[in-house]
């Protein structure tokens, strides 16, 4: 049973949560983990392939968005194909991943624009059903 976060922002810009998200996909990349970004759709994956570049002044996050078994990559990032590993789920879409229970953790980042707060309630209340025990991470 994965151990499952939501981190709960306060900003209502549209693309706060995925600045937020790339500060804890670094923060885990630093750390040594594997990380798989579910982005909503092709737009968001292009969009955080390009953030992960620049997001911050002196860093970078290698990353890939696919599977690349001659080149692995800690960080990959994509809409439709979960990687092979399983140990961090950043899940940026606005629905449940099916696969969500394989990994050891879920990370889900919500900010107050209210489709995505929506979407973030609807998916919190969908684990507390099938029994997981959800954290709420208030950021400020």
Same mark, same amino acid.
């Given at each position: &049973? *994965?151990q499952?976060? =939501? ?11 995925? +600045?937020?998200?790339?500060r804890?996909?670094?923060?885990? #990349? $630093?750390?040594? &983990?594997? /990380? #798989? /970004? ?13 953030l992960?570049?620049? =997001?911050?002044d002196?860093? =970078? /996050? *290698? +990353?890939?968005r ?8 800690a ?8 990687p092979? +590993?399983?140990?961090? &789920? ?7 991943? *099916? ?9 889900? !980042? !919500?900010? %107050?624009?209210?489709? /995505?707060?929506q979407?973030?309630?609807?998916? =919190?209340?969908h #684990? $507390?059903?099938?029994? +997981?025990k *959800?954290?709420?991470? %208030?950021?400020?």
């Amino acid at each position: &049973m *994965p151990q499952i976060d =939501f981190y709960v922002l306060p900003d209502t810009s549209a693309d706060s949560h995925l +600045h937020y998200a790339c500060r804890l996909v670094e923060k885990a #990349y $630093t750390l040594g &983990m594997q /990380i #798989y /970004i579910r982005s909503a759709d092709e737009a968001m994956t292009e969009q955080l392939d390009a953030l992960l570049w620049v =997001f911050r002044d002196q860093s =970078f /996050i *290698p +990353h890939h968005r696919e599977q690349d078994t001659a080149q692995p990559c800690a960080v990959i990032i994509n809409h439709s194909k979960a990687p092979n +590993h399983r140990e961090i &789920m950043l899940n940026l879409g606005l629905d449940t991943s *099916p696969d969500y229970a394989d990994y050891d953790r879920l990370i889900e !980042v !919500v900010s %107050a624009v209210s489709e /995505i707060k929506q979407a973030g309630r609807e998916r =919190f209340r969908h #684990y $507390t059903q099938q029994g +997981h025990k *959800p954290k709420h991470h %208030a950021v400020s």
